[in-house]
């Protein structure tokens, strides 16, 4: 399957031995715990509860307006008649959904004061709660971003590092997260290869869709899915998902830390980067064990998420498909991490995806674009609950 224009925004975060990276400046107070915990067989990854038990929000006429833009989205999407894919999930049907979406935005828009939102959002909607990792609904919360790159064009002595367009002998598995094919000059398929093998080969070569000036912010933006380009002449141009080989992402931390290169208490994605930045020689020998490879084109009006819509910031999440409910309204009830830690409880809308973002216990918060966001994602690291809003029927 060829998304159009959908991205796969994946986490920020490098995540190893079933936790994640942590931020520089404040370890997270908790636990590790194997937060990529698989359900079991016939297992549903929602567990209804009381919604009064939910905490009363509070909501700025600028949160509103960003909800409703999200619910909006949404709601294009299921105008597509693709939009059928992946539902039910975890008992949830794509009516449900939608008419949960009509319903959270009719109610945004009519309950102007906080305590009727909330009065009526608890009489009107049911919550599902993530059964999370434990089976005690305990989800990890990371964060990831849309980056800006400077690039250029064309290979010049700055810009050195390539992203590739989408290779024509590609044939994309039903499934995003699937292996996909290599079609030959016989016609016939084979498993297309892994990023190891693509690299030292230079099979792409000739199919450059633009060139970057650090090796690793071009690894950066194939685990983003996602970027916006800076040329030299100061035009921004927005790069894009446009397919991948197919194979299971694999992060990189855990063998930084067994190498010895970082000390395993101070692993984050800020101490990755450096690391890059001052070896970038080791940076090809350590992506090369993430097999997964991302192509890309060029794209307008996002960042996208993988429902082929744009993503909101401080709205959309990003979560398993394969488990959860697309498209529809969610809450959140976590700690922002950062410089002052403070706890959270929001209303957020489920519009993305990722390849590390694979358990009922992972949800990924979409923090905007740019450098100050790239700070709050590569902090985000806490524990929290993800509820699921449904209309009652």
């Known amino acids: 399957m060829r998304p159009i224009i959908a991205l796969l925004l994946v986490p920020l975060l490098l995540c190893f031995a079933g936790g994640c990276a942590r931020s520089k400046k404040k370890p997270p107070a908790v636990p590790e715990k194997d937060y990529a915990h698989q359900l079991g067989f016939g297992e549903s990854g929602l567990r209804e509860i009381d919604i009064s038990t939910l905490p009363d929000l509070i909501l700025t006429p600028t949160q509103r307006a960003a909800l409703l833009q999200a619910v909006t989205n949404s709601q294009k999407y299921f105008g597509i008649e693709k939009a059928g894919v992946g539902f039910p999930a975890s008992g949830v049907t794509r009516a449900q959904v939608v008419a949960s979406l009509g319903a959270f935005a009719e109610l945004l828009r009519s309950a102007t004061d906080d305590a009727t939102f909330n009065r009526e959002l608890k009489s009107r909607f049911r919550a599902l709660m993530s059964v999370g990792c434990d089976d005690a609904g305990t989800v990890l919360f990371t964060g990831y971003y849309t980056p800006i790159f400077d690039a250029s064009l064309t290979r010049d002595a700055t810009h050195a590092y ?206 905007g674009e740019g450098d100050a966001n790239e700070r709050r994602a590569g902090a985000q690291f806490a524990e929290g609950r993800l509820y699921y809003l449904l209309l009652k029927e």
């Not at 899915?225 to 197919?246: F, H, Q």
């Not at 001052?278 to 064990?289: H, L």
């Not at 909101?312 to 809450?331: E, L, N, Q, Y």
């Not at 976590?334 to 403070?342: A, I, P, R």
């Open 162 to 367: 390539p992203l590739f367009k989408r290779p024509r002998d590609l044939v994309q598995a039903r499934g995003s997260s699937d292996q996909a094919q290599r079609r030959m000059a016989d016609g016939s398929t084979q498993p297309y290869p892994d990023r190891a093998t693509i690299e030292a080969s230079h099979m792409l070569s000739g199919s450059e869709l633009m060139w970057l000036a650090d090796p690793f912010d071009c690894y950066l933006v194939q685990i983003q899915g996602s970027a916006k380009m800076r040329l030299s002449d100061g035009r921004i141009i927005e790069v894009g998902y446009d397919g991948t080989n197919g194979m299971a992402y694999r992060p990189i931390g855990g063998d930084l830390v067994a190498d010895g290169k970082i000390a395993k208490d101070q692993l984050s994605f800020f101490t990755i980067r450096d690391f890059f930045r001052k070896n970038p020689q080791e940076v090809a020998v350590y992506t090369a064990r993430n097999p997964r490879y991302v192509f890309f084109t060029t794209v307008k009006g996002g960042p996208f998420g993988s429902l082929g819509q744009p993503v909101t910031a401080d709205v959309s999440i990003a979560t398993d498909k394969s488990i959860f409910p697309r498209g529809g309204p969610t809450m959140v009830t976590t700690t922002l991490s950062g410089d002052s830690s403070s706890p959270y409880a929001g209303l957020r809308v489920d519009q993305d995806t990722g390849g590390a973002i694979r358990a009922p216990g992972r949800c990924d918060l979409y923090m």
